[in-house]
């Protein structure tokens, strides 16, 4: 995401001046609550907030209460980029990041007050995100990226099944799997667009002459959809109990296509620059997760599925959003485009984490010990993130050629 010069007129906090700055923000903030709170709760030092199923609300708040920020934060931030329209910001702005902490709230009263009304109060940020970018795309004519806004409005419903199935008891809602799914859809459709974008660039700047990533073609539109088919087969397989095997060979296809997908985009090239490795290693664990969950579903073995869900939502999702979140504020704020130590750092740890909690599901006499470590890995490399880029996000952007 190219910073854009054309900006609305803002004269009040800097916080409110672009989309990526307060939701980034925020996200980095739920980050911390949500796993530290979680942790908390597992080595028995404090009880969640709510009485929902333990796995439910972990679930909910990570998916859709993370998740959702960081989506709005890119989506706020690119789209102006997609369309050559104006920004979102000032008041617009805040209110929609305050739809997004009336959100959090209402899971907070979720023992007070009926469950229709927290899903509304919940779901209704999402919703009203799906709006607002759809509008921006179609005015601004950007067919290209109605896809993205059409997972955006998926995601939204997905999160109101959630509240459905829980009033239905379920401990934990199929649809937060459903969540995770959209996400990882999210990725493989804008990672395939940035990830060889970004190295391309780079490329050609440091390394001249160097062979480039291959662009989007044939190949890159069948790993998408093998991609669709494996995650909707995975759901099926856990909503039924059925077609494991069908499903394990999809997983097992899609995981093949999409390692190849990586490989195509040069990532071993970019080991010099952590803003660039980190977005390929963070797309490693697609295939990385597809392989578990079509081998355990082959296999009978559960715990390989239940493995690839943390590969996904912590290496995946979690290093992935880590990655583009730190690079946009970075290009967004007047900085070079280049990870400073602790940067690399916090990628590193949220890839230990990864593996931690995968490892945790795949032996569990060592649980005990991997699920905090893997949570602790988490909440180190986001404190990194909230001190070092959030006085980024709450202070104006640099002026040009400042060298910061």
Not at 25 to 54: D, E, I, K, M
Not at 144 to 151: E, G, H, K
Not at 160 to 181: K, R
Not at 296 to 317: E, M, P
């Amino acid at each position: 995401m190219a910073a854009i010069a054309r900006i609305r007129p803002w004269s009040g906090p800097a916080l409110f001046s672009y989309g990526f700055r307060p939701f980034f923000l925020l996200a980095g903030a739920q980050a911390l609550w949500t796993v530290g709170v979680w942790t908390g709760f597992q080595l028995a030092l404090w009880p969640l907030p709510v009485s929902w199923a333990p796995s439910a609300w972990h679930a909910h708040e990570l998916v859709f209460g993370y998740g959702s920020a960081a989506m709005a934060g890119f989506l706020l931030t690119a789209i102006p980029n997609w369309t050559g329209r104006l920004p979102l910001s000032g008041w617009p702005l805040a209110g929609l990041a305050g739809l997004w902490l009336c959100a959090r709230l209402s899971i907070l009263a979720a023992d007070r007050a009926p469950l229709p009304v927290v899903a509304v109060g919940t779901t209704f940020f999402l919703f009203a995100l799906a709006l607002l970018a759809g509008r921006e795309v179609w005015v601004g004519k950007n067919r290209r990226n109605c896809p993205v806004i059409a997972l955006v409005v998926l995601f939204a419903v997905t999160e109101l099944v959630f509240f459905v199935e829980l009033a239905q008891t379920a401990a934990i809602p199929l649809a937060a799997h459903g969540g995770v799914a959209v996400l990882l859809l999210l990725i493989m459709l804008i990672g395939g667009r940035i990830i060889p974008s970004f190295t391309t660039n780079w490329l050609r700047h440091h390394r001249p002459g160097a062979s480039l990533p291959a662009p989007f073609d044939r190949f890159d539109a069948i790993a998408l959809v093998f991609g669709c088919l494996a995650l909707a087969a995975l759901l099926v397989a856990r909503a039924t109990l059925g077609f494991e095997h069908l499903a394990g060979v999809v997983a097992l296809a899609a995981g093949a296509l999409h390692l190849a997908r990586l490989a195509r985009w040069r990532p071993l090239a970019t080991l010099g620059e952590p803003l660039l490795w980190a977005l390929h290693l963070a797309y490693f664990f697609i295939p990385l997760g597809f392989f578990a969950a079509g081998s355990g579903l082959l296999l009978d073995r559960w715990a390989y599925v239940a493995a690839s869900t943390h590969l996904w939502t912590i290496g995946a999702i979690g290093l992935m959003t880590l990655a583009v979140m730190t690079r946009a504020t970075r290009g967004h704020t007047g900085r070079a485009l280049t990870a400073p130590r602790e940067t690399a750092v916090a990628y590193s740890l949220l890839f230990a984490g990864a593996l931690a909690r995968a490892l945790a599901d795949l032996f569990s006499t060592s649980a005990e010990l991997l699920v905090p470590l893997s949570g602790a890995l988490w909440l180190v490399a986001f404190v990194i993130f909230v001190i070092a880029y959030g006085p980024m996000l709450l202070k104006p952007r640099l002026p040009a050629l400042s060298g910061g």
